[in-house]
Nanobody, 127 residues
Framework: VQLQASGGGLVQAGASLRLSCAASGRTFSRYVTGWFRQAPGKEREFVAAINRSGESTYYADSVKGRFTISRDNAKNTLYLQMNNLKPEDTAVYYC?????????????????????WGQGTQVTVFQ
């Protein structure tokens, strides 16, 4: 599967953004999917993940209550709604897909779980 992330931008603290990740092919619903981010000089970190049906989600503590992950399997698209953005959310955001399709929240939080990655979209939050 090929993944194409979009929706990043430059926003003021407190604003909202919605990231999208469009997947190619007709097997998107078979993948567990997630969002990760990487700030300059830092390692890539987990943000959120969602199971194949969209019924189960898992979030990093740093974004819980502010970000919402969702998916539309009919549209082959993964989303990340980001509200109340903070300067520390500034990073390149990547979407990813796990071909195994098996859901376990701790597994979904590991970048090594994922087989496919999008190219990343920049999110910059200024005070």
């Amino acid at each position: 599967v090929q993944l194409q992330a979009s929706g990043g931008g430059l926003v003021q603290a407190g604003a909202s953004l919605r990231l999208s990740c469009a997947a190619s092919g007709r097997t998107f619903s078979r993948y567990v999917t997630g969002w990760f981010r990487q700030a300059p000089g830092k390692e890539r970190e987990f943000v959120a993940a969602i199971n194949r049906s969209g019924e189960s989600t898992y979030y990093a503590d740093s974004v819980k209550g502010r970000f919402t992950i969702s998916r539309d399997n009919a549209k082959n698209t993964l989303y990340l709604q980001m509200n109340n953005l903070k300067p520390e959310d500034t990073a390149v955001y990547y979407c990813a897909a796990d071909a195994s399709g098996t859901w376990y929240y701790l597994k979904a939080a590991r970048s090594s779980t994922y087989d496919f990655w999008g190219q990343g979209t920049q999110v910059t939050v200024f005070q």
